[in-house]
């Protein structure tokens, strides 16, 4: 079955340390975005990819870097500037089209800070 | 403005009862729309695309106002199983301008009481 998978599903950070979170999707899908989700709060675009080896700034890219070197995997690296990162992140992605596409989601990864 | 604004709820209602979310957009070149519904530490999932016509899926009804620049959900004979929290979601770009990301609603929480 065709689908969008992310990893780990929970993850802890130390204090100055880089983590990275898995996305992985076998749908054949163009475009993929990288969502956070605060408690109570709306998704907030991280970074988006559009195609391979071509990424974009979303609205709070800030401590946040990602890479697109294959088709099917967009990892998220959360960085040491990145001073608030505990928080919900999701990842997504999407076929080009007509706009209005199914946006397809994976089950997201908890991350908090030690 | 907000790009995509909801009202936050909650919303509680019983069990049977028909209840209504309208959702702003302050872009007026936005060309598609959807309503998402999330579970607590769930993805979204689609639950409708919001057509200039209107559309229904069962007891649910998705309207789209240009005009006034909103869109709105009604659920009719509420059931305990759609306590959940909707999002409006908006597409600004036209189509076949690629997959520029959406832009999600906060949400607004339902809760059917039985």
């Known amino acids: 079955d065709g689908g969008i998978t992310q990893s780990p599903k929970y993850l802890f950070r130390k204090e100055g340390q880089n983590v990275t979170l898995s996305c992985e999707q076998n749908l054949n899908h163009d475009a993929m975005y990288w969502y956070r989700q605060d408690p109570g709060q709306g998704l907030r675009l991280i970074y988006y990819?559009?195609?391979?080896?071509?990424?974009q700034k979303g609205d709070i890219a800030e401590g946040y870097s990602v890479s697109r070197e294959k088709k099917e995997s967009f990892p998220l690296t959360v960085t040491s500037a990145q001073k608030n990162p505990t928080a919900f992140y999701l990842c997504a992605s999407r076929s080009r089209g007509t706009g209005y596409e199914k946006l397809f989601f994976g089950s997201g990864t908890q991350l908090s800070v030690l | 403005r907000k790009e995509v604004e909801q009202d936050p709820g909650p919303f509680n209602v019983p069990e049977g009862a028909t209840v209504a979310f309208n959702c702003t957009y302050s872009n007026s070149a936005s060309q598609s729309f959807f309503w998402y519904r999330q579970d607590c530490r769930k993805e979204p999932k689609l639950l409708m695309s919001v057509y200039s016509s209107g559309n229904e899926d069962g007891r649910f009804t998705a309207q789209l106002n240009r005009a006034s620049q909103y869109i709105s959900l009604l659920i009719r004979d509420s059931k305990l199983s759609d306590s959940a929290t909707y999002l409006c979601v908006v597409n600004h770009a036209s189509p076949h301008s690629g997959n520029t990301p959406l832009v999600f609603g906060k949400g607004t929480r339902l809760s059917v009481i039985a």
């Open positions: 990819s559009q195609i391979v080896n071509d990424f």
